[in-house]
């Protein structure tokens, strides 16, 4: 079975708006890669097979390692990532999950020791804009192409 709608037409408002959501991530000053392995770590969790897809071929572009992109799904027993991006991802899981254990402090607080406040409070802009990709995208049964 195919995609259910066309959402772009259905409702390009909604689309529009999560898009503004989406454009916020280049006022962040956030790496792209980063931002990358953030939205490919948020497709997997909610195991959207269209946003894995596109954020793979993405980070490629980007120069993302076929090794780190292999990896992600197990980044916390690998070396293949910098201490702020094992920050990031945790929180990643976190936020994405949130309705299995929330955000502890503990996650908040390593989080803390590499992004200011205004960068946590962006990073999850970040985590949250993915998800919605995400739900909209499974929601409406795409498939990567």
């Known amino acids: ?3 259910r709608t066309n959402y772009m037409e259905t409702a390009p408002e909604l689309v529009r708006l999560i898009g503004q ?3 916020y991530k280049n006022q962040t ?4 890669k980063l931002i990358e392995l953030i939205k490919i770590r948020a ?10 897809n596109m954020h793979t071929k993405d980070a490629r572009k980007l120069g993302e390692t ?6 992600l799904s197990a980044w916390h027993e690998t070396d293949f990532y910098s201490e702020e991006e094992k920050a990031a991802l945790e929180l990643t899981e976190a936020v994405t999950m949130i309705s299995s254990n929330g955000v ?10 590499h992004f200011d406040e205004k ?8 985590i949250i804009t ?6 909209l995208s499974i929601a409406n049964n795409n498939v990567p192409e």
């Open 1 to 3: 079975m195919g995609p």
């Open 119 to 126: 960068q946590y409070i962006d990073l999850v802009g970040l």
């Open 66 to 71: 076929e090794q780190r992109l292999y990896c």
């Open 21 to 23: 959501l989406e454009m």
């Open 130 to 135: 993915i998800n919605c990709w995400n739900r």
């Open 43 to 52: 497709s997997q969790i909610n195991n959207c097979a269209f946003c894995i």
């Open 104 to 113: 502890s402090d503990q996650v908040y607080e390593k989080v803390r020791q």
């Open 29 to 32: 000053g956030f790496d792209k």
